[in-house]
């Protein structure tokens, strides 16, 4: 089975290394296509992988091809490729906004399709993936390409309509949690802690708080009144960002979020 990877920025890479961490995978089993030349020696040196500036060629090799192009791309590179891409080629997709039946109609013919939503957190193997399949797609090739991904993040086969549900609440949130632990840092910095370890304690917090969510099974309110204790600091913390609309702020992020997603 060889994969190809048309587009070797962080996303893509990520991907690549994941799946030949996992062991899932090898090096030769593998090629990355991109623009540029220095990208692609860099991938091929990191990785060990073949790599092209040729899409076309990238996409003949494939048994699995994953466009990882930024989704102002995919119609020139879908219109480049399409006639090199074999009827059993599995294509998988990782741009909000375009729908199966979207990625079909720029090919021209029904293939095997995938939507994929991942995030940047798979470039340290705990991404999170949605994914949906068009009715070409077998539940074992399905489960090939969920145990491919395994090796850098969990997934989730959900229903399409979702998925710009899914680019909201775990595609973009990394930079939402990433502004929460820098606002965290600043203000321990404030109180005399050394930017540094500013920056451990509250990643750390974030980590371990999410390890707690997803191990304990317990609902997120309820491990919040496990923190509060009567009279205490944290409830009075919790008192101000409730004043502040922290709440708020978030689920209107994530409209918004939603709302563009749904417009691309």
Request: hydrophobic share 45%; aromatic share 4%.
């Amino acid at each position: 089975m060889h994969i190809s990877f048309i587009g070797c920025g962080n996303m893509g890479t990520a991907m690549m290394q994941g799946i030949l961490d996992s062991g899932l995978a090898k090096a030769a089993d593998l090629t990355g296509a991109d623009r540029s030349e220095e990208l692609l020696n860099t991938r091929k040196s990191e990785l060990g992988i073949s790599v092209t500036t040729d899409n076309k060629e990238a996409a003949e090799k494939a048994n699995i091809l994953i466009l990882s192009v930024k989704p102002q791309f995919y119609e020139e590179v879908i219109s480049e490729i399409k006639d090199a891409v074999r009827d059993d080629v599995i294509i998988i997709t990782i741009a909000p906004g375009k729908t199966l039946s979207w990625t079909e109609e720029k090919f021209g013919r029904k293939l095997k399709v995938i939507r994929m939503m991942p995030n940047t957190p798979a470039l340290v193997k705990e991404g999170m993936i949605g994914l949906c399949a068009n009715d070409k797609v077998t539940e074992k090739e399905l489960d090939t390409v969920r145990e491919l991904c395994s090796g850098f993040a969990k997934t989730e086969v959900i229903p399409e309509n979702l998925m710009d549900v899914v680019t909201a609440v775990s595609g973009s949130s990394p930079a939402y949690v990433f502004m929460f632990i820098e606002a965290m840092a600043d203000a321990a910095v404030a109180g005399g802690m050394p930017r540094d370890k500013a920056y451990t304690f509250a990643a750390q917090a974030v980590l371990g708080s999410a390890k707690m969510v997803l191990e304990t099974g317990k609902h997120p309110g309820e491990l919040k009144d496990m923190v509060c204790s009567p009279a205490g600091t944290t409830i009075q913390a919790v008192r101000v960002l409730e004043a502040k609309g922290f709440r708020s702020a978030v689920i209107e992020c994530m409209e918004k979020c939603l709302e563009i997603s749904r417009s691309l």
